[in-house]
């Protein structure tokens, strides 16, 4: 397996427009994690499937950023619009078991809003 | 909910002595505690983990130590080598199965 496998790497986007992030999680792992890394905030968990079924979006920051996965082997993070303080890296995770086992992450996208 | 903090969250330790982070959690029914490494430009990585019926747990040069009673855990680094500089993230798993990462400690190993 490649591993958890990201894209884009990085994206640079003008304020206001609509931004996606998307994620091939491991083929077979039940779980899948979108975080988003800052300098000042550190690893932020936004939200959690279990089997396709978004379980936790209690991190998600605010309405403007949504999170899908239509098939086990796909899942998006869309922010729109887009504003500055968005700017930061985004990264999934997949994980086998409840969670309770290592969590794969992905490369990550690096995310610039101007 | 589970909050994990870490410290410290800058490290600078001469090559071959030992480096220690330390974490403490908040939820005492986390029973999940992994620890990663992460390289610049790189996803974390998994490095050891430890379960909360396990007090201590080594990995060659690695080890864990829990306290459950305590709510502590601490990462033990232990011949340092350049290879080791990174960012290390502690974290715990609740019993809503979401892992929890601290802020993290920039480790830099001095030649």
């Known amino acids: 397996d490649a591993g958890v496998i990201q894209s884009p790497r990085h994206e640079v986007t003008e304020m206001g427009q609509e931004v996606t992030l998307r994620c091939k999680p491991i083929?077979?792992?039940?779980?899948l994690f979108w975080y988003r890394q800052t300098m000042m905030r550190g690893l932020e968990l936004l939200i959690y499937?279990?089997?396709?079924?978004?379980?936790?979006d209690s991190g998600m920051p605010e309405d403007r950023f949504s999170a899908k996965m239509p098939n086990a082997s796909f899942s998006t993070l869309k922010i729109q619009p887009s504003e500055p303080r968005d700017s930061a890296v985004y990264f999934c995770a997949s994980s086998f078991w409840q969670g309770k086992t290592e969590a794969f992450f992905g490369q990550g996208t690096r995310l610039t809003v101007v | 909910g589970e909050n994990v903090e870490q410290h410290p969250s800058t490290l600078s330790v001469q090559e071959g002595d030992s480096a220690v982070i330390k974490c403490t959690y908040s939820?005492?029914?986390?029973?999940?505690f992994p620890w990663y490494k992460q390289e610049l430009g790189k996803g974390p990585q998994l490095i050891i983990d430890i379960r909360s019926n396990v007090g201590e747990k080594k990995d060659q040069r690695i080890a864990v130590t829990l306290n459950k009673t305590a709510k502590h855990f601490s990462l033990h680094i232990t011949e340092t080598q350049p290879e080791d500089s990174a960012v290390y993230f502690c974290?715990?798993?609740?019993?809503?199965?979401?892992?929890?990462f601290g802020k993290g400690t920039r480790l830099h190993i001095l030649p």
């Open positions: 974290a715990a798993s609740n019993r809503d199965d979401k892992i929890i």
């Open positions: 939820d005492s029914a986390s029973n999940y």
């Open positions: 083929s077979g792992h039940d779980y």
């Open positions: 499937f279990n089997n396709n079924v978004p379980i936790d």
